[in-house]
C-alpha cells in the first residue's frame, strides 16, 4: 500500500471524490510532474535541442499544473468541487497538449515516449475525476 | 521599471497577450501566491483556527494554483492559448473562491482583509488576461 | 519499471550521481511532498486542530522542499553538484524536523505516522546522495 | 505599502526575523523566481540556444529553489530557525550560481542582465537573513 492510499484512508474527513480514481489520479499528477520536468531536462541536453523548443516548453507548463493539481486533489477537508473541476480540466489540457507534443519526437527520443506515456495516464486519470465531478 | 518588465520586454519572440495586461497578471499572480500562503500561515497562529479551516483550505489552493499560472504566463516561448486559457480559468476561479472566503473573515482579520484584496485583484487581472484570449 | 527510471535510462546525458541513488531519492521527494501536502490537510480536518499547529506548519515547508529538490535531482543536464548539495542538505533538514513533528503525533493520528515514515525515508535517501556527493 | 507588507504586519504571531530583512527576502526570492522562469524561456526562444543550455539549467533550478524559500519565509507560525537557515543557504547558493551564469551572457543577452540582477539581490537578501539567524 503507498503513502498516498494510507494517507487517504487515515483522514479524518469524508473523501469527496470515489477513492480509487482519486488516487489514481493524485499518483499520476505527481509521476506526470517529474517526467515532465526529466523530460524538459533531456530535451535540453540533446544535440537537436532546436526541433524540441516546443516539447521543452509545454513540458515546463504541464509539470507545474500537475504539481498544483496533484496538491490541490491531495487534501479533502473543506473540499471544493468547482475549484477541483477548474484545476483537473487545466491538468488534463496541459496533459493533452504536452503528450502530444512529445508523441512527435517518440521516434527519435526515448524519453519523449516515455513522458508522452506518463501524459496520456495522466490525461486519463483526470478525464476519470472530471467525470465524477458535478459540473 | 520592475525586473518582469524588463524581462517581457527583452524577450526575442513576439509576445501573445497585450503586454501590458500580461504583465499586471504575472505580478498579480506571483503576489497573491505571497498573500495566500502568509495568510494561510496566519490563520494558521490565529486563537480562533477552528473558525478558519476553510480559509487555510482555500489559501493554500489559491498559492497553488497562482504560482503554476505565474511561471505558465512568464512563458512566451512556443505559447500555447489553450493551455494558457486553462490554467487562468482555473486561477480566477481559485482567486474567487478564496477571495469570497477571505472577505467573510475580513472584519475579524486584517490579514483575511488584504489577503481578500489580492485575490480580488488576481481575480480581475486574469478576467483580463481571458478577454483577450480566443476562446 | 516507473517512469522515473525510465526517463533516468534515456537521458542523452551522462548521469552525475549513482542511479539507484538518484532514483530512490526522486522518489522519495515526490512521495514525501504528497504525503507531507496531505498531512497537513488530514491534521488542519481534525478535531484537536490547536494540538497540531507546529505540525502543519513543519509539513506545508517540508512538502516545498521537497518539490524543489525532487525536480532539480530530475534534471542531469549542466548538473551543479554544489546546488544540489545545498538543496538535498535542506530537504534531508526538513525531512528531519517534520519527522520528528510527526513522530510525537504518531499514537493519536495515524496520518502523522504514516507521514513520519514518508519523511524519514526521504531524510534517508538524501542522506544517501549527500555521501556520494563531493562537499 | 506592499500586500506582502501588510502580511507580515498583521500577523498574530511575532515574527522571528527582522522584519525589514525578512520582507527584502520575501520579495526578492518571488521577483527572482519569476525573472528566473521568464530567463529559461527567454533564452529557449533565442536562435543561438545551444550556447545557452547552462544557463536554462540553472534558472530553472534557481526559480524552484525561490519558490520554496519566498513561501517558507512567508510562513511565521511556529518559525524553525534551522529549517529557514537551510533553505536559504540553498537559496543564495543557487542565485550564486545562476547569477554568475546568466552574467556570462550578459553582453549577448539583456534578459541575462536582468535576470542577473534579480539573482544578486536575492542572493544579497539571503545573505542579510542568514547574518540574523543563529547559526
Known amino acids: 500500500m503507498t503513502h498516498a492510499q494510507q494517507m487517504l484512508e487515515t483522514h479524518p474527513r469524508t473523501v469527496s471524490v470515489e477513492a480509487g480514481a482519486l488516487l489514481a489520479c493524485i499518483d499520476a499528477c505527481f509521476d506526470c510532474a517529474q517526467s515532465c520536468t526529466a523530460c524538459a531536462d533531456a530535451c535540453l541536453g540533446e544535440d537537436d535541442v532546436g526541433m524540441l523548443i516546443r516539447c521543452i516548453r509545454t513540458c515546463q507548463d504541464c509539470s507545474d499544473v500537475c504539481i498544483a493539481t496533484g496538491r490541490i486533489l491531495s487534501r479533502q ?57 458535478a459540473a
Do not use: M
Request: glycine share 2%; charged share 35%; with cysteine.
Open 77 to 133: 477537508t473543506e473540499f471544493v468541487p468547482e475549484l477541483a473541476r477548474a484545476i483537473v480540466e487545466a491538468c488534463a489540457q496541459a496533459c493533452r497538449v504536452c503528450g502530444e507534443e512529445c508523441e512527435r519526437h517518440a521516434d527519435h527520443h526515448e524519453h519523449c515516449r516515455v513522458c508522452a506515456e506518463a501524459c496520456r495516464r495522466c490525461e486519463e486519470a483526470c478525464e476519470e475525476i472530471l467525470s465524477t465531478l
